[in-house]
């Protein structure tokens, strides 16, 4: 089992494919917006070409209106595994989605959360009214460590870790681990100003390859810009875009902005992770380090 970690554009995906082609691996992905189906410029997606040549799972296998959240990743995850194992091959876990790689590899045991909808309904409609920071500020006072791992827009996961608080105490106290993946974690750590130009590259990269014309697709669908699916970096966007709101190049400035941040926060939660043995792949090439601890 190998882990390939990082922040976004750091190279996680063209060096899981070489990883998987020398070792006659399968990729599975863990990011948390690629698992939806017509979302593949936008989220970066491998290629119909790159999934060719190396099999990838938990891509596309959601509809953007539909619920996907990380207990249930979890579950396809361990049983995608599972089938790897079977199968006598190498699998190599690759994605920036923290919250989705501490779940697979570390046991995080999120069955154990508990659940109330009243409760739930009423923190929504607190944060409708409010704002998502107003709500973050409040899990922030009483929770401080569950509130510094989750993105202060992420609305969905701020009101779900309120939820735990609220009926059973500060939800840090209640992670608690089941049985760990053992896996060889590699970090992509280029310096920032390398990253923060292959963002801005691979966001006017998305514009070439077609994102306005799959946001419009998305939105011809029904799809609302606040869906939790389509809170990938971007849409909101290219979708104000579309409706004239913004003009293209503010759309690609604000997108490459918000890509910065994520990738920020990113490497703060991986950080935290001191089983990671970190690279700067504009120094050093990572693979042949990788093939040797796994020979």
Same mark, same amino acid.
């Given at each position: 089992?190998?882990?390939?970690?990082?922040?976004?554009?750091?190279?996680?995906? +063209?060096?899981?494919? *070489?990883? @998987?082609?020398?070792?006659?691996?399968?990729?599975?992905?863990? $990011?948390? =917006?690629? %698992?939806? #189906?017509?979302?593949?410029?936008?989220?970066?997606?491998?290629?119909?070409?790159?999934?060719?040549?190396?099999?990838?799972?938990?891509?596309?296998?959601?509809?953007?209106?539909?619920?996907?959240?990380?207990?249930?990743?979890?579950?396809?995850?361990?049983?995608?595994?599972?089938?790897?194992?079977?199968?006598?091959?190498?699998?190599?876990?690759?994605?920036?989605?923290?919250?989705?790689?501490?779940?697979?590899?570390?046991?995080?045991?999120?069955?154990?959360?508990?659940?109330?909808?009243?409760?739930?309904?009423?923190?929504?409609?607190?944060?409708?009214?409010?704002?998502?920071? +107003?709500?973050?500020? *409040?899990? @922030?006072?009483?929770?401080?460590?569950?509130?510094?791992?989750? $993105?202060? =827009?992420? %609305?969905? #996961?701020?009101?779900?870790?309120?939820?735990?608080?609220?009926?059973?105490?500060?939800?840090?106290?209640?992670?608690?681990?089941?049985?760990?993946?053992?896996?060889?974690?590699?970090?992509?750590?280029?310096?920032?100003?390398?990253?923060?130009?292959?963002?801005?590259?691979?966001?006017?990269?998305?514009?070439?390859?077609?994102?306005?014309?799959?946001?419009?697709?998305?939105?011809?669908?029904?799809?609302?810009?606040?869906?939790?699916?389509?809170?990938?970096?971007?849409?909101?966007?290219?979708?104000?875009?579309?409706?004239?709101?913004?003009?293209?190049?503010?759309?690609?400035?604000?997108?490459?902005?918000?890509?910065?941040?994520?990738?920020?926060?990113?490497?703060?939660?991986?950080?935290?992770?001191?089983?990671? #043995?970190?690279?700067?792949?504009t120094v050093e090439d990572p693979l042949p380090a990788l093939l040797e601890a796994v020979a």
């Open positions: 089992m190998i882990a390939i970690v990082g922040p976004t554009a750091s190279g996680k995906s +063209a060096l899981a494919m *070489r990883a @998987a082609e020398k070792l006659a691996g399968e990729i599975v992905s863990a $990011d948390s =917006r690629q %698992v939806y #189906r017509g979302m593949d410029v936008g989220t970066a997606k491998p290629t119909l070409e790159e999934r060719a040549r190396v099999r990838h799972h938990l891509i596309d296998v959601a509809e953007p209106g539909e619920r996907y959240d990380v207990a249930r990743y979890q579950r396809d995850a361990r049983a995608t595994l599972a089938q790897i194992r079977a199968r006598g091959r190498a699998a190599i876990v690759v994605g920036g989605t923290g919250l989705y790689v501490r779940a697979l590899l570390d046991g995080l045991e999120l069955a154990a959360l508990p659940h109330d909808p009243l409760v739930r309904a009423r923190i929504e409609a607190e944060a409708a009214g409010a704002g998502a920071a +107003a709500v973050h500020a *409040r899990l @922030a006072a009483v929770d401080p460590v569950a509130a510094s791992r989750v $993105d202060p =827009r992420n %609305v969905r #996961r701020v009101v779900r870790y309120l939820e735990v608080v609220s009926v059973a105490g500060r939800i840090s106290d209640r992670w608690r681990r089941g049985p760990s993946v053992p896996a060889l974690r590699i970090g992509l750590r280029p310096p920032r100003a390398w990253l923060a130009d292959a963002i801005a590259a691979r966001v006017r990269r998305m514009v070439v390859d077609g994102v306005l014309e799959e946001a419009r697709g998305l939105v011809a669908r029904g799809m609302d810009p606040a869906l939790p699916s389509m809170s990938a970096h971007g849409y909101v966007h290219w979708v104000a875009h579309l409706r004239g709101e913004i003009d293209l190049e503010t759309a690609i400035a604000r997108t490459a902005r918000d890509v910065r941040a994520y990738s920020r926060r990113q490497m703060t939660w991986f950080r935290r992770d001191g089983q990671i #043995r970190w690279f700067d792949p």
